[in-house]
Nanobody, 116 residues
Framework: QVQLVESGGGLVQAGGPLRLSCTASGYIFRIISMAWPRQAPGKQRELVASITEGGSTNYADSVKGRFAISSDNAKNTVSLQMNGLKPEDTAVYYC??????????WGQGTQVTVSS
């Protein structure tokens, strides 16, 4: 099994930065993609950013130019640098990992709250 540990959430004022990190451990096959979806109360789940094993990235339009996803394949970690945070970025952010045998593992989620 794969375990994911997320860190870095918290409370920040609008315009400020936060950095989320996620580390995968356990019996890991090759990770082929890592992603950060988020869930805000009363809203649909949104895929914020994703990155493939090869380094290709994808971002939601709502965060383009403000967020940056990066990964360290050797350490099985993925990070999400969030700059220029807005109150509408308030949500629970999850780390999701997909490996080469098709397993999809979710982290426990970390709360990000942006005050206006």
């Amino acid at each position: 099994q794969v375990q994911l540990v997320e860190s870095g959430g918290g409370l920040v004022q609008a315009g400020g930065p936060l950095r989320l990190s996620c580390t995968a451990s356990g019996y890991i096959f090759r990770i082929i993609s890592m992603a950060w979806p988020r869930q805000a109360p009363g809203k649909q789940r949104e895929l914020v950013a994703s990155i493939t094993e090869g380094g290709s990235t994808n971002y939601a339009d709502s965060v383009k130019g403000r967020f940056a996803i990066s990964s360290d394949n050797a350490k099985n970690t993925v990070s999400l640098q969030m700059n220029g945070l807005k109150p509408e970025d308030t949500a629970v952010y999850y780390c999701v990992v997909t490996d080469s045998i098709g397993r999809v593992t979710w982290g426990q989620g970390t709360q990000v709250t942006v005050s206006s």
